[in-house]
């Protein structure tokens, strides 16, 4: 029997609201790798990537034609690299490999040059976090992480204060392109393991040899669907529009897992329900908020708009998945969304509101073009203020800030592709520096003592 | 192995001939056929059963899109499971 409204409802979501599954993320643990030497581990580390992950594209591709939905990124987490060597020597030339084991496997980003430091950081990892900026300008496809929070631990200052000086470093490294290296490196608290989209991805200790992690997204379908419900619809209609439209597409989420988990021979491991914007007309997060009335996103509602929107998300997708992981939640990057986009030319949205948001948010600051003379103190209180929302609301937050050298507020910076365009954001210029210098770890919260 | 053929496009004669010539022709059966005209604009959905052909899922998707370039309809298909994992409990 062919029902008809259900392909014609389907196929308008694929066809005009940009409804697509937005990665599979292949998770490989890369502990069996290491070896006596950064040569020898950097050996391993390239062979068994490009084994486990060789059809990782094919078969998504494979998907893709088989059910007519777009699978837009097909990409590659691994072991947090920090894990896998004891000097620089040995961590550049485990990002040499990785660089490479991802271009010839086809993909074009692979998380886990990542370090989890939220308590304390060992010689080793203290000697890989001096890499990072040279391991992201020299290579294309690397993607790196620090987890410097959690609620377990509280904020590890200390690594915060390295943060505004790597991401400095690495917006000087790669000045001639516009700071592109500082969007591959993003600072969690409360990073997750399972996450399958970069620049935070990373497989975490915790999980198996060879793990499938899906991200799904579609702005554009909650979109019209709000539309649809009308100006007049109360909040109760509204979550309940939100929660059908996720269900919908974190079942597909699910199908696609399943397929892509078989076919490459892995564990299944999470959906993660993301709302993931990009630049695309009509594939906004924005703009839902926008069709829920507010005049434009950043006004005052904003925050009440996007937590009703985020609940209803993982309330519709947590039924639909059978193993729901990752950030899970909506996105707010402001490059890669054009209604944030228009916002912040329009004077509707700033630095600051987003913060607020971002505690009712799947993640955090995320794709934020600032000044290229923000002093590393400023940089490291901003990441400080969000590590502080994630630890005591018990949340993953992130900052993934721009500091384009060069320009100033009301410029712009291309980065083409799903990075979108960012426009230069102002920041607070007051100096925080008397208390970002103290140097320790501000405790872990109350809400921490749950034993 | 069952799917959905969606073809979409302004009408014009001999569009349901050619579509399921082509499936004939690639040892793909016909099981269910919905079909309507509004305002000259053609839109049909086949279910189709894929079992008897030989051929990758990814040709036949090329076959019909070429056919459907050629005869100015979009023609597409896709496994029934997306449909039914959207729209099934």
């Known amino acids: 029997m062919i029902d008809r409204s259900a392909i014609l409802e389907t196929n308008e979501m694929i066809d005009k609201d940009n409804f697509d599954v937005r990665t599979i993320t292949m998770g490989i643990s890369l502990f069996d790798c290491i070896a006596d030497s950064g040569a020898g581990t950097s050996e391993r580390v390239y062979k068994k990537i490009t084994e486990s992950a060789k059809n990782l594209v094919s078969v998504g591709r494979e998907i893709e034609s088989e059910y007519g939905v777009p699978i837009v990124n097909k990409r590659i987490s691994v072991t947090p690299v920090s894990l896998l060597g004891k000097t620089e020597t040995d961590f550049m030339q485990i990002a040499d490999a990785l660089d490479k084991a991802a271009g010839d496997c086809g993909v074009n980003f692979i998380g886990g040059y990542t370090a989890l430091v939220h308590k304390g950081a060992t010689t080793s990892e203290n000697a890989f976090l001096n890499t990072v900026p040279e391991a992201l300008s020299v290579t294309e496809r690397l993607c790196s992480s620090v987890n410097a929070a959690s609620t377990r631990a509280g904020i590890n200052m200390d690594a915060v204060k390295r943060m505004g000086e790597i991401i400095k470093k690495t917006a000087d490294l790669t000045k001639d392109r516009d700071a592109i290296g500082c969007a591959k490196f993003v600072v969690f608290a409360n990073a997750v393991e399972d996450n399958p989209f970069m620049a935070g991805a990373f497989n975490g200790v915790g999980e198996g040899d060879r793990v499938i992690n899906v991200g799904v997204s579609g702005p554009g379908a909650v979109r019209r669907a709000l539309e649809r419900c009308g100006a007049d619809a109360d909040f109760g209609e509204l979550s309940e529009c939100i929660k059908k439209t996720a269900f919908k597409i974190t079942r597909v989420g699910q199908l696609v897992a399943r397929q892509a988990a078989e076919r490459l021979n892995a564990t299944m491991g999470i959906i993660d329900l993301s709302l993931a914007p990009t630049p695309a007309v009509g594939d906004s997060v924005a703009h839902i908020l926008e069709v829920m009335g507010l005049s434009s996103v950043g006004a005052h509602g904003s925050t009440a708009a996007l937590a009703m929107l985020n609940d209803a998300v993982k309330k519709g997708g947590l039924m639909a998945g059978v193993y729901v992981g990752g950030l899970s939640g909506a996105f707010i990057p402001v490059s890669e969304d054009a209604g944030m986009i228009e916002a912040v030319g329009r004077g509707s949205l700033s630095l600051e509101k987003l913060e607020a948001m971002t505690s009712v948010c799947s993640v955090g600051l995320d794709m934020i073009a600032i000044p290229g003379d923000t002093p590393e103190d400023i940089i490291e209180a901003i990441i400080a203020d969000e590590c502080a929302i994630g630890v005591v609301n018990n949340k993953t937050t992130a900052v993934r800030l721009i500091p384009v050298p060069g320009k100033t507020v009301g410029e712009k910076v291309e980065f083409g592709g799903l990075l979108g365009t960012a426009p230069v954001m102002a920041v607070n210029k007051f100096s925080p520096a008397g208390f970002i210098n103290r140097g320790g770890r501000i405790p872990a919260p109350i809400i921490s003592n749950r034993n | ?89």
């Open chain 2, 1 to 89: 192995m069952r799917a959905i053929v969606s073809v979409v496009g302004k009408d014009r004669m001999g569009i349901i001939a050619q579509v399921s010539g082509l499936l004939f022709s690639i040892d793909i059966n016909v099981m269910d056929l919905s079909q309507s005209v509004m305002n000259d604009y053609f839109h049909m959905i086949m279910l189709v059963d894929m079992s008897n052909c030989a051929r990758k899922f990814e040709d036949i998707s090329a076959a019909l899109a070429a056919l459907g370039a050629e005869i100015g309809m979009s023609i597409k298909i896709q496994h029934e499971d997306i449909f039914n994992a959207m729209h099934k409990i």
